[in-house]
């Protein structure tokens, strides 16, 4: 059947089991609760469902115990008799169809993206600048893609704004106005971010969506797991790369309609970390984004402690929720406790305030949608136990699968071709030899005699370099070339969409 098995509701005697419908699991969903009470489970539990019915499943591994995914789990009592009461069928141990990523390239495979695609809104977020320093960064994002100049990494940007610090007065009459203070501040967010590690995320290969919605040749989903330990001390960093993810999949992917199930599961684990001090207009195109997002058969999960960490707008497209234990013993967390229970539909025969207190480890209460998209009344559940390993995988281990990775070869090793900061460096060289030929060629005639109008190499010379009154001479064409900062080249232009990120289509 085309349903995942959440677990068992526990609210009655009678009650049954208690499923997430497949065709609407691109109506997206929330996992909320507090530290330690089992939310990370639940997480495997999905994405082994989703897994199960052929669906790839992509999510971020902040504390390193989701990379369990990939091995068999070890059976005991306490699991056997809780997979017993709940009703699950031939529940056994295994592993699942898994790939590695990692920004830094140490515990999977490298996961890059271009200066150009990840775009100026979401680069000016990672780094950090005000509205006036993104402002300035929309303009020199608007150079290189009026000229078709590609960023690929952090060197490309930092000539172009190297270009744009030295033309800055024809770039202002054309685009905007542009200080040295604004780029030198654009360009130690860059010499920060760096240190941080960006200049290993920005680069080439950069990832194709292609290979996150793989399917094994059993035709499970393929579960991408990326490893987060270290870059969720990034926050930024962290919650900006889950970002671009998602818009590239909103900008990329075509329409697709309600299908029986979704073409691809977006996880996004410590949910807050993407709304946490967003402008309002970043929030409302994310609001876009997850609106928009389902219709192209893309379901997106939110993990988070409380539910009020996601905003209201974006909590009501929330269709399937998991809300474990919430324990009130501040203000906030009482606040925190009502919010998430006028969430739910009522059920009669629950106390939701007072039962989200007193949930205990792996237990939940639950509202998935039912059939014509309605969601269920709220059911007190037993979540049930993974078939994978429920904790950390050895080096070893993850050594083993990624050797075994179909993207291997694809990914490891780095590529930098030419880009913008090849270009400029050309351009640059171009002009100083023009230069140089112009004094040396000035030189040369201040110390030579004139030649008869007539005719002489010394004439000859001059009018290549210098040009006549109906022709332009070399040294004019190459310092305009090298100095021009619009001119659009319609064939090379490069679109954005939403969030900035390159439209491809």
Known sequence: MNQILVGKSITTPDSGQVNLLAKYGNRHGLVAGATGTGKSVTLMVLAEGFSRQGVPVFLADVKGDIAGLAVPGTSNEKLLARAEQI???????????????????????????????????????????????????????????????????????????????????????????????????????????????????FGEPALDLADLMRTDFSGRGIINILAADKLILKPRLYSTFLLWLLSELFENLPEVGDLDRPKLVFIFDEAHLLFDDAPPALRQRVEQVIRIIRSKGVGVYFCSQFPDDVPTEILGQLGNRVQHALRAFTPRDQKAVKTAAQTFVQNPHLDVVQTISQLGTGEALTSMLMDKGIPSPVEKTLICPPRCRMGAITPEERATIRSRSPVGGRYDTPVNRESAHEILLRRAEELTAAKAAETEAKAQAKAKPAEPENGGMGQKVNEWLFGTKRRQGVVDTMAKQTARTVGTKLGNQILRGVLGGIFKK
């Open 87 to 201: 009703g699950i069928d031939g529940y056994g141990n295994e592993g699942n169809p898994t790939v590695f990523w990692d920004v830094f390239g140490k515990d999977g495979h490298p996961v890059r993206a271009t200066i150009s695609e990840i775009g100026p809104t979401l680069l000016g977020r990672m780094l950090e600048l005000n509205d006036t320093q993104s402002g300035v960064l929309d303009i020199v994002f608007k150079l290189a893609d009026d000229n078709g100049w590609l960023l690929l990494d952090i060197d490309d940007l930092r000539s172009l704004l190297n270009f744009a610090a030295e033309e800055r007065k024809d770039i202002s009459t054309r685009y905007g106005l542009i200080s040295p203070a604004s780029i030198g501040a654009i360009q130690r967010a860059l010499l920060r971010l760096e240190q941080d590690g960006g200049n290993q995320f």
